[in-house]
């Protein structure tokens, strides 16, 4: 049997029996145990698909197939992400502040839609510790376990306790603690679960944060990349491109999460994001949107869970991809299936 079909037949069984947090918990334990093993690293490139790079605001991408933001909130196992092969990973969100995220159980698996529904709320190690870990990173000396030969983008969000009046300044402290670190940077306004985060997509707040992002910037020069729910009016959404294109973003992330969980049968449904192949098409439209009005590059990311998925995302005006919910569903084997279809 390949590896691919390992995971599919015996894997995913074993981390399914568990429940959704523990099995993910148990994964980045793994991964985290293999970025340090550079015997596990060949066993991990196994599934790495044949190169196919890719220049994207000015980073080369081996292939174009990222890990999305929230699988490795606090960058423990960057080297892992790249000997499995992605061409780019994102580590966070993370907050200024370290936070515990809401009450368990959070994470929520509907295998029939391929789908899940979180609403972690941002669990995540805090900007300090994170920044520690990742220039330690970048210190170590090349080879498997230090800083990989693929982009590592990080994905900034508003600590919980924040007020909202204080959010920019929340993000800058990040900003200026993890820009150095990164290769790009993401600011994240479209969580579901971090109560008024949202908010920060609308016109006066996007402005002053953007805008004050780039004050920030012209040091690091690093791209910045604003990544965006899929519930968005098309007024919206031309209100952000504008405003995007007038304050220096390099990318969009299209999209986060939905709040639309009209594909989860009323007695299963639960509060939080979903993700996952009933996202797809919603996604794709807004990629579609966007590029009809604009040549902004775009991240893909909802509901790509194989090669017709991802081509469907780069027909519509994407440059790069993310998997996450697919990557849960279909294994480490997911990500040559795609590279080769494309
Ligand atoms: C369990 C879980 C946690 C997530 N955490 C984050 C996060 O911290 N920051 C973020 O920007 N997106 C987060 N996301 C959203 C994903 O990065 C991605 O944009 C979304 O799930 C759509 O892609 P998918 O359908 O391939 O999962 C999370 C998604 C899931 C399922």
């Known amino acids: 049997m390949n590896a691919a079909g390992l995971y599919q037949s015996l894997v995913r069984p074993l981390l399914f029996a568990l429940s959704p947090e523990a099995a993910h918990n148990l994964a980045i334990r793994n991964l985290r145990a293999a970025s340090n093993w550079p015997v596990a690293h060949r066993q991990l490139e196994r599934f790495r698909p044949v190169p196919k790079p890719t220049t994207v605001f000015g980073l080369t991408f081996p292939n174009p197939i990222g890990l999305a933001a929230g699988f490795d909130k606090n960058g423990v196992a960057i ?11 994102e580590v966070g969100t993370v907050t200024a502040k370290p936070q515990p995220g809401n009450p368990k ?12 529904i979180n609403r972690l709320g941002f669990n995540n190690d805090g900007a300090d ?7 330690a990173l970048r210190e170590s000396p090349e080879g498997v376990r230090g800083w990989p030969a693929i982009p590592v983008g990080i994905n900034l969000g508003k600590s919980k306790v924040t007020p909202f009046e204080e959010a920019v300044e929340d993000y800058l402290y990040s900003f200026r603690l993890l820009a150095p670190l990164a290769d ?3 600011l994240n306004v479209s969580s ?3 109560p008024g985060l949202r908010s920060l997509q609308e016109h006066n707040a996007l402005k002053q944060l953007l805008g004050a992002v780039r ?3 012209e040091r690091t020069q690093r791209p910045v ?14 209100q952000i491109i504008t405003t995007s294109e007038q304050n220096g973003i390099a990318g969009i992330i299209a999209t986060n999460t939905t709040v639309d969980h009209s594909a989860i049968p009323g007695s299963l449904d639960q509060t939080g994001g979903l993700s996952g192949r009933p996202l797809r098409e919603k996604s794709t439209q807004i990629i579609r949107a966007i590029r009809a009005r604009s040549q902004l590059p775009i991240i893909a990311s909802g509901g790509i869970s ?3 998925s991802a081509r469907e995302k780069l027909a519509a005006g994407a440059q790069l991809i993310q998997v996450y919910t697919g990557y849960v569903y279909r294994g480490p084997g997911l990500l040559r299936e795609i590279a080769e279809g494309l």
Request: proline share 9%; glycine share 6%.
């Open 79 to 89: 080297p892992a992400w790249a000997a499995l092969g992605f061409g780019f990973v």
């Open 105 to 116: 159980p959070r994470i929520f698996r509907y295998p029939e839609q391929e789908a899940l």
């Open 129 to 135: 510790a994170v920044a520690a870990r990742l220039g």
């Open 184 to 186: 790009y940077v993401v």
């Open 192 to 194: 579901p679960n971090t």
């Open 215 to 217: 004050s920030a910037n």
């Open 225 to 238: 990349l604003l990544k965006i729910a899929p519930d968005l009016s098309v007024a919206d959404l031309e």
């Open 306 to 308: 194989d090669a017709a």
